[in-house]
């Protein structure tokens, strides 16, 4: 079993900045490709963002393309979010897991973007 660990959710300014974390467990980690996906009350959690098991290749939904960086160190088993430029419709709770998702989900970092 996969355990995921989000980290470095909290409150910022519109506009401001903010970096996220997954620390994942299991040797796998390395060879699965990874995501960040997100989800507020009442909606269903959407993807964000996916890199390739080597950090080769990185897909972003539409809604966050040229603000949102993702990143890994295979080193580290972990994941990374970078999020600028962000938005009041960016607040979420954001949670990391494998793509396509496996059935484990952690239980997320909250981001709060004021307006």
């Known amino acids: 079993q996969v355990q995921l660990v989000e980290s470095g959710g909290g409150l910022v300014q519109a506009g401001g900045s903010l970096g996220l974390s997954c620390a994942a467990s299991g040797r796998a980690f390395s060879r699965a490709a990874m995501g960040w996906f997100r989800q507020t009350p009442g909606k269903e959690r959407e993807f964000v963002a996916a890199i390739s098991w080597n950090g080769a290749n990185t897909l972003y939904a539409d809604s966050v393309k040229g603000r949102f960086l993702i990143s890994r160190d295979n080193a580290k088993n972990t994941v990374y979010l970078q999020m600028n430029s962000l938005k009041s419709e960016d607040t979420a709770v954001y949670y990391c897991?494998?793509?396509?998702?496996?059935?484990?989900w952690g239980e997320g970092t909250l981001v709060t973007v004021s307006s």
């Open positions: 897991n494998k793509v396509p998702p496996g059935p484990y």
